[in-house]
């Protein structure tokens, strides 16, 4: 049975109003200090951004889950991990509303079976965020609809074999077929972890990269890019815009 769910973290701007809102979900059988990492670059790079650190809702002490079966089958995971993602969903659009911010200005960042519950937010509840950052994960499902109103950007260790590449290839051509806003970048040499080459990548990805939507509004449709990298360097093609803003 699971404990009482320990309360969020929060790290509040460092003054003033929030400007942006970050929810940062740990992966399986962890706890957020599993993310203390990316937290720490967000909030390097976001001053003024509200970052939400969730307890996964079921497990007990440290250990903590986003789904309510510990080892499902893979059948089991689809539904389960479609419910976490509803219910985060809803707790996201409370966040939003208690602080008046709106989904443009929020962003998902998850680690493995948090990643994979922050897609199913961003699938099921059109515009919950402008952003997802989908770290090392395997995914329940392929999206029947690419989220319109979100840029998901897959970032993934090439040498990572609790979940392998190859799904996040697979789902980052579906999303394209789709007609959906993807990026996805890969570091050599890195396996299941939240790797700092990662981390790096991804506060690039949330600085440069210009959203699909916006960009086909000035200049039309861009290519969908797939970067690869080393652990020691980085890559951050594709559409630019200004840094320092999420949108």
Known sequence: MSESRPEPLIIEPFSGAPAQLFVVLHGESAAPDQVLGLVAAIRQAFPQA?????????????TRRWIARADPDAEAYV?????AGTVLAGEVRAL????????????????????????????????LAGRALLFSTRFATLPQAAPALTTLHLLHGAADRVAPVDQARQVHGHLADLGGDATLDMASGVGHELHDALIRQ???????????????????????????????????????GGGGTLH
């Open 96 to 127: 939003q509303r208690g602080h008046g911010l709106t989904g443009e200005q929020t962003a998902l960042a998850g680690f493995s079976e948090g990643a994979a519950v922050a897609l199913e937010a961003v699938c099921a509840d059109a515009g």
């Open 202 to 240: 991804s506060i690039a990805r949330l600085q440069t990269y210009l959203p699909r939507r916006s960009w086909e509004a000035v200049m039309g449709s861009p290519d969908i890019r797939i970067d690869e990298y080393d652990a020691d360097g980085g890559a951050s093609d594709g559409p630019s």
């Open 50 to 62: 509200l970052i939400v650190q969730p307890h996964g809702p079921f497990g007990a002490g440290a």
């Open 79 to 83: 539904g389960l991990v479609a419910q």
